[in-house]
C-alpha cells in the first residue's frame, strides 16, 4: 500500500510542473499517509514482536496484557495455518 502512495505522491509531482495545483495535492497526500497511512491501528496481529512492539512495524503499543496476547495468538494461528498450506516450505527448512 505504502509504494502505491509514494507512485501516487510521484505522478502528481510530475503534474505539478505543469499545474502548481497538483503539487498542493501531493502535499496533501504526504500529509495523510504520515498521519493515517502509516500509525494506523490496522489489523489485529498486524504488528510483530513483543508486547511493547519494539521489533517489527513498531508503530502500535498493545494496551493491555490481554490485547497482546489475542494478537500473538492470532499470529500463531496464522503460522500454523501457513505451514499446514505449503509443507513443501517447511521440508527446505530442515535440509
Same mark, same amino acid.
Given at each position: 500500500?505504502?509504494?502505491?502512495?509514494? %507512485? /501516487?505522491?510521484? &505522478? =502528481? #509531482?510530475? +503534474?505539478?510542473?505543469?499545474?502548481?495545483?497538483?503539487? %498542493? /495535492?501531493?502535499? &496533501? =497526500? #504526504?500529509? +495523510?499517509?504520515?498521519?493515517?497511512?502509516?500509525?494506523?491501528?490496522?489489523?489485529?496481529?498486524?504488528?510483530?514482536?513483543?508486547?511493547?512492539?519494539?521489533?517489527?512495524?513498531?508503530?502500535?503499543?498493545?494496551?493491555?496484557?490481554?490485547?497482546?496476547?489475542?494478537?500473538?495468538?492470532?499470529?500463531?494461528?496464522?503460522?500454523?495455518?501457513?505451514?499446514?498450506?505449503?509443507?513443501?516450505?517447511?521440508?527446505?527448512?530442515?535440509?
Amino acid at each position: 500500500m505504502g509504494t502505491l502512495v509514494i %507512485l /501516487a505522491i510521484l &505522478a =502528481l #509531482v510530475v +503534474l505539478g510542473f505543469s499545474n502548481p495545483v497538483w503539487w %498542493l /495535492a501531493a502535499v &496533501a =497526500l #504526504v500529509y +495523510l499517509h504520515v498521519r493515517y497511512g502509516r500509525t494506523g491501528q490496522g489489523s489485529p496481529g498486524s504488528s510483530k514482536g513483543g508486547p511493547s512492539g519494539s521489533s517489527g512495524s513498531g508503530s502500535r503499543m498493545d494496551t493491555s496484557y490481554s490485547a497482546y496476547r489475542r494478537r500473538r495468538d492470532q499470529q500463531a494461528r496464522w503460522e500454523r495455518r501457513y505451514r499446514r498450506e505449503r509443507p513443501w516450505m517447511a521440508r527446505r527448512k530442515g535440509s
